[in-house]
Every structure is written in C-alpha cells, then in structure tokens.
C-alpha cells in the first residue's frame, strides 16, 4: 500500500508544532526525529525530518508528496508549489528593520542603500515593485547584527515579538510580508497519494477548527434564555436542556475562543450561572 511522505523540519521554530498537529490529528509516528525518515503506525505517512530551507526544492522534486514549512520559505524559494492548508502556527512577518537612530520617512530611503537578508529573492522582489536599487548582502542567520558590525544600513528579516529587533537597536519600517505554517504540495504527487493527503487534509481542518473554537455550557433560569441567546455571537441554534431545578435549563453551545472573555461578562449580568468554557478536540462541520 501506498504511503504519503511528508516532510517536516527535522529541528527548529516548527518541529514541535509539526509533531503537535500530527499527534493531535491522531497519528503516533514510531521513531524519533535522530534518524532521518520515521512512520507512522496507523496512517499510511512517511515522516521525513528536513531543514526548512531545503523543503521546497523537495517538493518541487518529488522526493516528498508534502510538508509543513513556514509560509515565507515557500514565497522565497517556493513560488512554483501550492499550499493545501494554513496551519495557523509559527506566525511571523518579514520585515524591513534599520537603526533607531536613522530617520526614515519611506522606502524611498533604501535607494543605494546596503541590506543584509537571508531572504533574497523575496527582497529583490520588493524593491523591484517599488522602483528602488539597492545592494543586498546575503547572510544566513543573526541577520539583526549587520548593521551594528558596519555591514549594513538595513536588514530584512523575520520579526515575530519584536525583541531581536529591540535588543539590536533597530526599529521596524516595512512588512513585505505574513507567514505562517503550511501544508505544502508536490506538483508531482500521484493520485493515490493525493487521496491519502486529502484524509490528513481533512484531519487538519478538524483539529484546526476545533482549536478555534470553545465549547460552552452554562445555566439560566427560562426567562432569561432568550436574552442569553442574544448575547452569544454567532449562535443559530444552541442546545437547551430542562434542569433538575423547576424553571431552570441548560444551555450549551460552541462559540469563537476569542470573543468568549469579551462577553463574559454581559452574560453573568443576563443572568448566567455555573458557565463552563472546555476546549474542543476536533470539529466536522
Ligand atoms: N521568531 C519566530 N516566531 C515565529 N515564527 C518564526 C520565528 N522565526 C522563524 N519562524 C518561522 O519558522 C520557520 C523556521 O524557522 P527556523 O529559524 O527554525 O528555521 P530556518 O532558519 O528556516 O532553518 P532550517 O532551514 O535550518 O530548518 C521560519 O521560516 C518562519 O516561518
Ligand atoms: O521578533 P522575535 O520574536 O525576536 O523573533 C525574530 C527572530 O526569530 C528568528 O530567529 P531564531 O530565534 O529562529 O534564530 P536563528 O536566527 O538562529 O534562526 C528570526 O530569524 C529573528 O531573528
Ligand atoms: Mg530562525
């Protein structure tokens, strides 16, 4: 039978995530990531541990079907291969970033300038839609240091807290770019294992709906159920059950797990007990 190879980052900022989301789609995988290629017991998956970096040559070469990578690595050496699914995790911008103490006003004060960057294929695309020339300097890591050693004027790089930026004493101008963890594509995937990625597909949507959301359980007395209803956003038709205690029922629904803590409070004065907030594992709509 036939088995899915899917590439995810052998070590770094989305190994752990990677192995997350696979675990939480109910997949275990037999070996550790010390060897180069594991499988999973009891889904036809083939795990192959790689440098991000190195993914999309890859997938555009047909060595794996698929993988998770970060969004940006796909836009720099990737433009050619397709993504399935936004994973929702390791978000980050990439960004242009110069000294403090530099006065910039726009991008316009890049022309001449010198900038370090891991991504240049990205950069080279930016100034080009923006009419600037400028002299890039490749590095492949500690990108942030450049302009401190004299290297260079800015730098193009990934930002996600803002705290490598800080502690360098530089200050962000410019996003080119949103990135975040994707499920990637071969252009050469056979059908069969088509097939086979689009049940792990559908496994992610599940786990990653089911991340989004809450499910709540609270009780009221009747008069108040419908003032309750009012109040949760985007509840069409929720569960009410009859309580034990005459006039009383429960209610139960599944709400968005952002707007919960905004609301929480507009519900306890609608009159609202005993609200219970427990996370969902997996969601089919
Ligand atoms: N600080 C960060 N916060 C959130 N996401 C990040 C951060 N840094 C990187 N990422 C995302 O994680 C991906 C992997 O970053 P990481 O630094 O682990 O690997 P890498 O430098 O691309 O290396 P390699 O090719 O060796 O695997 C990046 O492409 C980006 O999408
Ligand atoms: O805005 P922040 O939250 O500070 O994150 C940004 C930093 O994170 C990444 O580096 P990482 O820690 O992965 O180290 P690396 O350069 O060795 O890959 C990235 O290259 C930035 O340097
Ligand atoms: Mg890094």
């Not at 309750?228 to 797990?257: D, F, Q, R, Y």
Request: glycine letters at 6%.
């Amino acid at each position: 039978m036939s088995k899915l190879k899917i590439a995810v980052q052998k070590s770094g900022r989305l190994h752990d995530d990677s192995m997350k989301i696979l675990k939480d789609v109910g997949i275990s995988i037999d070996n550790g990531r010390d060897q180069l290629k594991a499988s999973a017991k009891n889904f036809p998956l083939e795990v192959y541990y790689l440098r991000n970096g190195d993914i999309p040559q890859y997938l555009r070469d047909g060595v794996v079907d698929a993988a998770i990578l970060g969004e940006n690595i796909l836009i720099e050496k990737g433009t050619d291969i397709s993504i399935a699914e936004k994973l929702g995790f390791s978000t980050c911008k990439v960004s242009v970033a110069v000294p403090k103490s530099l006065k910039y006003n726009s991008i316009k004060d890049l022309e001449g300038k010198r900038i370090a960057t891991s991504y240049p294929n990205t950069v080279n695309q930016y100034l080009k839609e923006n009419n600037i020339s400028a002299n890039l300097h490749i590095i492949n890591g500690s990108v942030e240091i450049a302009p401190n050693i004299g290297l260079a004027d800015a730098i193009v790089d990934i930002v996600s807290s803002g705290s490598t930026l800080f502690k360098n004493n530089l200050k962000e101008v410019e996003v080119l770019l949103q990135s975040e963890a994707v499920l990637a594509v071969s252009p050469l995937i056979s059908t069969e294992n088509e097939n086979i990625l689009n049940q792990l597909k559908f496994r992610f949507q599940s786990v990653l709906k089911g991340r989004q959301s809450k499910y709540v359980l609270l009780n009221a007395p009747n008069d108040k159920i419908q003032d309750i209803i009012n109040v949760l956003p985007g509840m069409k038709s929720p569960t009410i059950l009859p309580l034990a205690e005459e006039g009383w029922s429960s209610l139960h629904s599944v709400i968005n797990k952002n707007d919960f803590w905004e609301i929480i409070d507009e519900l306890k004065a609608k009159g609202a007990q005993g609200i219970l907030v427990c996370p969902i594992e997996n969601m089919v709509l």
